[in-house]
């Protein structure tokens, strides 16, 4: 059995997982090389290879984050080294047939194409996840190329897996009116509103063919000021004593180190993770790496920006193009900025929380988006402290620095920095919140939702609605309550949601006669949970019966152990994530 999730952060949750990339070999590429015809470095008769060949279970968790060509290129993998027919080509959208048609010939040769494929060399798949949440990220793309970047649009997907359900979200069951706001937020609901009840510059949002509407987020506590979110979330990180002794430090922050700030974009995150830093006593101390362009980008950089010139902020302030000049002052490449790529100038004070943006070692679980807290700060090595799962704190970690490369945003431009791994993480994105669950969250939705889930994954983060707290504008708040724009991209949906307690949103016609959509029905019975809630026993209940019926039809000897079924059980339940196989 090989068990790999599209994040290490969730790979961390299983004994023994690893990323899908690391256990598939799939190339990571930056936001240039997105159509790239190669996907996997495995060599066949290698270790990697070996083993896919002995396994006959593969799990991945997270499996809707990951793009559809990496998975498709994994099912391609495999098929090639157990010397079986697969279905090539990793870019396919799906075809625009019905796969319920009575006719012997589908158009498009649909049906003879499906009946030639063996998905994944006839190994049994499991992906587990939820489609509701922020699809695959696609640089600069737009919501056709979102949606075609998802497994969901595959002809894979679409003749070849069985859906299971798992109906009810454990996190939050023990708050019913928030669960169920959050699914409906999940599942495309759109709640219409009077124009005249919200200031008119932010009506106008509505006009944007990619805000689908808006919600009204009832029972939530909310604020106009930035300060009284940081209270909320970190209430003692102005009275932290200035002392630089670890198990102190851990201390201090331990109360602290589930709750996080979530913003929509990095604007936001940057700015309240200053002001976050500023309040925090101590010095600042800055770190300074090293950028340059790589060469071989300036080579051909004329050529691939269709002949614009792409200006850079020289030190003394003057611009200038950047092929062909001999000297480029620092002040330049402080100013290329690129998600998961630390600044040119670190800002850190010992005691600071932060999150580490590359993956280090995952078996001490120093992998990125694990948050640690600094504790020693040096030219040349960074020390931290992380918490481990079991609630201890290892201290004086070592973080080198480490090489980054990456495109000047929307060229080919290609700049290589060398810094600590590290950023400030007092606030984070709805998208780097994805798949945790937290004590308190405050979401800053001053600046609208702009993609698929994004709302969803942030109000879905803590178990009860008294967690939350909301920042706005003014004119967001009518009558004490937060009206906030909602993106749900219906192509990205799986047919209705047979236990949800609205009718949200009509099936996606590109799936809704998917062959293999099985919606699993409420159990007749459900078993008695004694020490818990209403909610909490039918959550359990309900989860217990679907979790049965997932792997009722699995081979006997599909996990090794009990454990690793308890274990993977166990993370899928606490997620309340949507399950799908192939068989």
């Not at 609630?391 to 920095?417: A, D, M, N, Q, Y």
Request: with cysteine.
């Amino acid at each position: 059995m090989i068990i790999v999730a599209t994040t290490a952060i969730a790979a961390m949750n299983y004994r023994g997982a690893l990323t899908a990339h690391s256990a598939f070999g799939i190339i990571v590429r930056n936001e240039v090389d997105l159509d790239t015809n190669e996907q996997i470095s495995c060599v066949p008769n290698g270790e990697r290879a070996e083993r896919i060949r002995k396994c006959n279970v593969i799990i991945w968790d997270e499996f809707p984050m990951g793009h559809k060509i990496d998975i498709l290129a994994v099912h391609e993998l495999c098929g090639q080294l157990l010397a079986v027919p697969y279905l090539q080509g990793n870019a396919r959208p799906l075809p625009q047939c019905n796969a319920s048609s009575s006719s012997s010939v589908a158009p498009n040769g649909c049906d003879s194409a499906a009946s030639t494929i063996i998905p994944f060399g006839n190994i049994h798949f499991i992906g587990a996840g939820d489609f509701r949440q922020i699809a695959p990220v696609v640089p600069y793309g737009n919501q056709n190329s979102i949606v075609n970047s998802s497994i969901i649009t595959s002809l894979l997907f679409r003749y070849y897996f069985k859906i299971h359900r798992l109906t009810v979200a454990v996190r939050d069951a023990s708050d019913g009116p928030h669960s169920r706001l959050v699914d409906a937020i999940g599942n495309g609901f759109d709640e219409s509103l009077d124009r005249g009840q919200i200031d008119q510059s932010y009506a106008a949002m509505k006009d944007n063919v990619r805000f689908k509407g808006y919600v009204r987020l009832h029972g939530y506590a909310c604020t106009l000021d930035v300060d009284r979110i940081i209270d909320f979330i970190y209430p003692d990180i102005g009275n932290q004593v200035n002392n630089s002794n670890p198990v102190d430090i851990a201390s201090h922050v331990n109360p602290v180190m589930n709750n996080r700030i979530l913003c929509t974009n990095n604007k936001n995150v940057i700015a309240v993770n200053e002001k976050c830093l500023n309040r925090l006593q101590g010095n600042v101390v800055e770190l300074t790496g090293t950028t340059e362009f790589a060469q071989e980008s300036l080579n051909h950089v004329a050529g691939s920006v269709s002949g614009r010139i792409i200006p850079v902020f020289l030190a003394d302030g003057s611009s200038h193009n950047p092929i062909g000049h001999p000297e480029i002052g620092q002040t330049a490449f402080s100013k290329f900025h690129h998600n998961n790529v630390p600044d040119h100038t670190l800002k850190l004070k010992v005691g600071a929380i932060a999150v580490l943006i590359r993956n280090i070692d995952q078996a001490a679980g120093l992998v990125n988006n694990v948050r640690v807290v600094i504790e020693t700060i040096s030219e040349n090595i960074v020390l931290v402290g992380i918490k481990k799962s079991n609630g201890e704190w290892r201290h004086l970690i070592p973080i080198p620095r480490v090489s980054f490369r990456f495109c000047v945003k929307r060229t080919r431009i290609e700049v290589l920095r060398r810094q600590f791994p590290i950023s400030l993480d007092y606030a984070c994105t709805f998208h780097r919140s994805q798949g945790q669950t937290l004590d308190k969250v405050a979401i800053d939705l001053r600046e609208p939702v702009f993609t698929h889930g994004q709302l969803y994954v942030a109000m879905g983060r803590v178990r009860q609605a008294r967690n939350i707290i909301l920042l706005a504008k003014a004119e967001q708040i009518v009558n004490g309550v937060v009206i906030a724009a909602s993106v749900t991209f219906q192509e990205l949906l799986l047919p209705n949601n047979v236990h949800c307690p609205f009718k949200l949103c009509d099936a996606n016609p590109s799936v809704a006669n998917h062959p293999a959509v099985n919606s699993v029905a409420p159990p007749q019975s459900l078993p008695q949970a004694a020490s818990l809630s209403s909610d909490a026993q039918l959550a359990a209940a309900v989860h217990a019966q679907e979790m049965k019926e997932l792997f009722e039809d699995l081979p006997d000897n599909c996990f090794d152990d009990d454990a690793d079924y308890a274990n993977f059980a166990h993370t899928e339940e606490e997620e309340g994530l949507l399950v799908s196989h192939y068989f």
